[in-house]
């Protein structure tokens, strides 16, 4: 995950100011020099720092922290805040026009995950009730068009090419007269990339924009390049004048420098960032929300949207009515398995609830895609009969499980044990939330369900 490093020294930092009573300006002085260093070292721009630390350490030693309550706590709000600040504030938003179509132009270096992009931003748009049109601008990476058909294709979303032997302007123009036709309310227009920034490059997006006059023009640039990835950003802002930045792979163990960094450094905010390589892995960017996954608070709005975007209500609703029965099977298990996969990889998922980051005995625990397969194809070799008493699998049961799933008898002996005990959980949740109904000391809601 992104930010590990970083966010485990700012975790620790932390821990030490709440664990004092009272801290004095020494206290935040020394607080706030191990915190430069933790952000020189996740490589963001010095300057940046600098200005960060300063604004930081003024806020921190005013009376109303120094002298709060809770001085510990007050410290970390203030770094919330400017790190908030530092990402820009506010989430900001894709420019419309006010005439449709709206034009937004993909520019960035080759390989930066311009392509993948384009694709991601128009489904993003799609899901939104929108009719995008993709427009291949790329004709010089032999590829690149094909990449983008491709694409389209699996996204069930038109896209416009004129092959690689016309003028990219030409083929933009085209394109822009063609959406108007067809009735598509937002085009993508994905230009070409080199591995370096050269001059014929920025001509041609220039010459691209004087034609179509984009409404946006968002920068794609890999998070994992760092430093250099704000240097291309700066550059491609001085010719172009960019709206945006779309941050990709910050799903990789990158150290963060670039997601902190950007907006000081260009003025242009991070509108999206790319979480993976599926083509549901875009995000819109909430500066307070990364603040929050970067000082290990969690990021817990960004998880109840991706259930509300995953999890079937009517399911939840059947198993909440069979928790409360303790009707819990085998079954329901799979098809939490199921919801649960199709929200992404454990591992983001965990980083996303607070103080997960610290707990590195999880680490150890998380599941991986092997063992959901495993788990998956194990309770479908089982009967109907079986998946719903498990009590039922005795030994010669288990054998022929295990060789219909390709999996072990010990394998199938650790799933039917981590079930039980799920069902006892399980039982004891519904117990609780009971308890909670009838107003009992003790009780609990649980999260998700109404
Ligand atoms: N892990 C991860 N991989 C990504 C992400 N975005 C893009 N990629 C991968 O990065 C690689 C390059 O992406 P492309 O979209 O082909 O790059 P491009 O910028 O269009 O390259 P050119 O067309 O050559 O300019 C592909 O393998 C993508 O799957 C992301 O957010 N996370």
Known sequence: MAFEGLAEKLQGIFKNLRGKGKISEKDVTEAMREIRMALLEADVNYKVVKDFVNRVKERAVGVEVLESLTPGQQVIKVVHDEMTQLMGGTQSKINLASKPPTIVMMVGLQGSGKTTSSGKLARLFKKQGRRPLLVACDIYRPAAIKQLQVLGEQLEIPVFSMGDKQNPVDIAKAARAYAENQGHDLMIVDTAGRLHIDDALMSELENIKTNIRPHEILLVVDAMTGQDAVNVAETFNARLGLDGVILTKLDGDTRGGAALSVKAVTGK??????????????????????????????????????????????????????????????????????????????????????????????????????????????????????????????????????????????????????????????????????????????????PFFK
């Open 269 to 446: 905010p991070i509108k999206f960032v790319g979480m993976g390589e599926k083509l549901d892995a875009l995000e819109p960017f909430y500066p307070d929300r990364m603040a929050s996954r970067i000082l290990g608070m969690g990021d817990v709005l960004t998880l109840i949207e991706k259930a509300q975007a995953n999890f079937d209500a009517k399911k939840a609703e059947e198993l909440e009515r069979k928790l409360r029965k303790a009707e819990f099977t085998l079954e329901d298990f799979l098809d939490q398995i199921q919801q649960m996969k199709s929200m992404g990889p454990l591992s983001e998922l965990m980083g996303m609830l607070p103080g997960m980051g610290q707990m590195k005995a999880l680490k150890g625990m998380e599941i991986s895609e092997k063992d959901v397969k495993h788990t998956e194809a194990i309770i479908r070799s089982m009967t109907r009969e079986e998946r719903r008493h498990p009590e039922i699998i005795n030994g010669s049961r288990r054998k022929r499980i295990a060789l219909g799933s390709g999996t072990s008898v010990q394998e199938v002996n650790k799933l039917l044990k981590q079930f039980e005990q799920a069902q006892k959980m399980m039982k004891q949740i519904a117990q609780m939330q009971q308890g909670a109904k009838s107003g009992k000391k003790g009780g609990f809601k649980l």
